[in-house]
């Protein structure tokens, strides 16, 4: 309590600032006005406290290592109130890319890894090495609770050492599972805002009983589109996060498909901003033109001139 107003107005002067003379008031609501405004832009969407009720990978880490190798990270999400998991198993299967393409094969020939988990956390992390340029598929399948769940994804990593990761035992072949794929051109590539994104299932398991997205861990407003028997198309709607010039944010997007055997089935992608959908025109223009000015100014504050031909 101070002057007579409760201690909740405080943070309200301090924006606003304490007198009429303060210069600085109106940059500090601007500020909050700003800051209202990016909040309201992440907590956007429908409120979802429901449990999730399927098993999928989430990029934790990827980074470069000091002898040239990549390091990459994810945990493994189970759902909420599982009480038995038998059987949990990890594969990834190692495509080396061909740089440059052999006989228009963009890959070499697959080798399958088995590999363990670590506890860390309360959450269940699978954690790679990778020395070679290549893309890794990733795969978890596990029966919980009586019921079959496979979790899936991919990423491109981009090694040099020339070193294989110590942990990882080659098997001869995946075990039989249901079979959950990414086609088209993201099946290679980051995925990207507002970039459709295929889901193939393969059609001899039967139709599913039913196919949903999961946005950031709630259900997403669009529902995917069925192309043709086993195949399902999705586009993530834009959003102000994914539409600022920054590489770094992304949105977790789950495929979900529940099939007619019972099994739960995810294909989990973290989905980057847009590359060539939001160029700032006339933000580069400006910059141009500031900096053309800025040099131009220089060179007469220094006493030359330019001459012309």
Same mark, same amino acid.
């Given at each position: 309590?101070?002057?007579?107003?409760?201690?909740?107005?405080?943070?309200?002067?301090?924006?606003?600032?304490?007198?009429?003379?303060?210069?600085?008031?109106?940059?500090?609501?601007?500020?909050?006005?700003?800051?209202?405004?990016?909040?309201?832009?992440?907590?956007?969407?429908?409120?979802?406290?429901?449990?999730?009720?399927?098993?999928?990978?989430?990029?934790?880490?990827?980074?470069?290592?000091?002898?040239?190798?990549?390091?990459?990270?994810?945990?493994?999400?189970?759902?909420?109130?599982?009480?038995?998991?038998?059987?949990l198993e990890v594969f990834?299967?190692?495509?080396?890319?061909?740089?440059?393409?052999?006989?228009?094969?963009?890959?070499?020939?697959?080798?399958?890894?088995?590999?363990?988990?670590?506890?860390?956390?309360?959450?269940?992390?699978?954690?790679?090495?990778?020395?070679?340029?290549?893309?890794?598929?990733?795969?978890?399948?596990?029966?919980?609770?009586?019921?079959?769940?496979?979790?899936?994804?991919?990423?491109?990593?981009?090694?040099?050492?020339?070193?294989?990761?110590?942990?990882?035992?080659? *098997?001869? !072949?995946?075990?039989?599972?249901? &079979?959950?794929? @990414? $086609? %088209?051109?993201?099946?290679?590539? =980051?995925?990207?805002?507002?970039?459709?994104?295929?889901?193939?299932?393969?059609?001899?398991?039967?139709?599913?009983?039913?196919?949903?997205?999961?946005?950031?861990?709630?259900?997403?407003?669009?529902?995917?589109?069925?192309?043709?028997?086993?195949?399902?198309?999705?586009?993530?709607?834009?959003?102000?996060?994914?539409?600022?010039?920054?590489?770094?944010?992304?949105?977790?997007?789950?495929?979900?498909?529940?099939?007619?055997?019972?099994?739960?089935?995810?294909?989990?992608?973290?989905?980057?901003r847009h590359r060539y959908?939001?160029?700032?025109?006339?933000?580069?223009?400006?910059?141009?033109? *500031?900096? !053309?000015?800025?040099?131009?100014? &220089?060179?007469? @504050? $220094? %006493?030359?001139?330019?001459?012309? =031909?």
């Open positions: 309590m101070e002057n007579g107003l409760p201690d909740h107005f405080e943070v309200v002067r301090f924006f606003y600032g304490s007198d009429k003379s303060d210069g600085c008031g109106m940059i500090r609501i601007n500020l909050l006005i700003y800051l209202l405004m990016l909040f309201k832009a992440t907590a956007a969407g429908p409120a979802w406290t429901a449990e999730p009720d399927f098993m999928s990978w989430r990029l934790a880490e990827s980074r470069r290592v000091r002898d040239g190798g990549q390091a990459v990270e994810y945990e493994l999400k189970m759902p909420q109130g599982v009480r038995n998991i038998e059987k990834y299967v190692l495509r080396p890319w061909n740089l440059p393409a052999v006989a228009g094969q963009m890959f070499g020939p697959d080798e399958i890894y088995s590999q363990g988990l670590t506890n860390e956390a309360d959450s269940a992390r699978l954690k790679l090495y990778c020395g070679r340029l290549a893309r890794l598929d990733l795969l978890a399948g596990a029966i919980l609770d009586g019921r079959f769940y496979l979790a899936r994804t991919f990423q491109n990593v981009y090694g040099d050492s020339g070193r294989s990761d110590p942990g990882s035992r080659r *098997v001869p !072949a995946l075990p039989d599972w249901p &079979a959950l794929d @990414l $086609a %088209g051109g993201a099946a290679y590539y =980051r995925a990207q805002a507002g970039e459709e994104l295929r889901f193939h299932l393969d059609p001899a398991r039967g139709a599913p009983v039913s196919v949903e997205v999961f946005e950031e861990g709630r259900p997403a407003e669009a529902r995917p589109a069925l192309l043709e028997e086993g195949l399902y198309s999705y586009s993530t709607p834009p959003y102000p996060l994914l539409s600022a010039p920054s590489y770094s944010v992304t949105r977790d997007m789950v495929f979900v498909a529940r099939t007619g055997e019972g099994a739960v089935l995810s294909y989990y992608l973290p989905v980057g959908g939001h160029v700032y025109l006339q933000a580069g223009l400006a910059t141009v033109a *500031v900096t !053309a000015a800025l040099a131009f100014l &220089a060179v007469r @504050l $220094a %006493g030359r001139s330019f001459k012309w =031909r």
